[in-house]
């Protein structure tokens, strides 16, 4: 069972330090790497927009691997508090080793250089691997090794051919709505006017290699006020309570990540 969240970006809102809304969105990438989340669809709600793109940015920088960072992302102000982040500690974040090390078979992530006129990848080890692909110099790219020490001959390889976890993928959308209407799997709506979720109503979902998207609401609106009058025409759809009987007034985003997804999970 594959799967997605959608969230707002909307959803930093509630914090007014962007070292508060840092925190916040390392807390939400934990919380998508812990549980295997296949894209984080980040979409926009409303005209009220506080730091854009910077929810899209630190979950992006979260997700590459620490060796790559440097090269990846220049300084800039929507990394100032990047010393508060936790890392993910995923498989792609393999510490850097010794050439020596690397046997064939093994996949490490990479960035394409250029020297002396030749394209090579730097994996993080003590050598340069020369490189054949297609993937422009600058670019970051997954390789698995064909052969180890010591000649480390690599190939591209796509992130699905991988059978570990390997990590998120980050993709922004206008509105909510137009990533509903495009989904071609199932789509568990995170309400309080669902029903409550019940182990047989989630075995639908997990007992099958279906792709299912979880989808969350804004700290002022909840999924359904925010696609309106549109809600019947979302195919596949089915609007589930997670948190019956909740005694604070709202669940914070964080939060209802953790906890649906910690459900779904306890229900594979």
């Not at 409303?46 to 630190?58: E, Y």
């Not at 792609?92 to 690397?102: D, L, Y």
């Not at 059978?163 to 993709?171: A, C, I, L, P």
């Not at 985003?253 to 649906?260: F, I, Q, R, S, V």
Request: hydrophobic letters at 35%.
């Amino acid at each position: 069972m594959k799967i997605s969240v959608a969230i707002p970006e909307s959803a930093l809102s509630d914090e007014s330090l962007k070292i508060d809304k840092t925190r916040k969105i390392s807390v939400l990438a934990r919380a998508c790497a812990i549980f295997k989340i296949d894209t984080i669809y980040i979409y926009q709600e409303g005209n009220k927009k506080t730091d854009p793109g910077l929810m899209v940015m630190i979950l992006k920088y979260l997700e590459t691997p620490q060796f790559l960072r440097r090269r990846l992302f220049p300084k800039m102000n929507d990394l100032k508090f990047a010393g508060v982040l936790h890392p993910l500690r995923i498989p792609s974040h393999v510490t850097p080793v010794n050439s020596k090390k690397i046997k064939a078979g093994d996949i490490r992530e990479g960035i394409v250089v250029s020297s002396k006129g030749k394209k090579f990848v730097d994996v993080g080890i003590n050598q340069l691997i020369q490189y054949y692909g297609n993937t422009p110099t600058g670019k970051r790219v997954t390789v698995r090794f064909k052969e180890g020490y010591p000649k480390l001959s690599i190939k591209d390889i796509d992130k699905s051919e991988v059978n570990e976890y390997w990590g998120y993928s980050v993709k922004e959308r206008a509105n909510l709505f137009s990533i509903l209407s495009e989904w071609k799997g199932n789509i568990i709506i995170t309400s309080r006017k669902g029903k409550p979720v019940t182990n047989e109503q989630l075995s639908k979902y997990t007992k099958t290699d279906d792709h299912v998207l979880v989808v969350f609401g804004s700290p002022e609106k909840g999924v359904h006020e925010i696609i309106g009058g549109r809600m019947n025409k979302v195919q596949n759809a089915k609007s589930l309570n997670f948190f019956p009987n909740q005694a604070t007034e709202t669940v914070r985003l964080e939060e209802a990540l953790l906890g649906t997804l910690a459900i779904i999970n306890a229900n594979k």
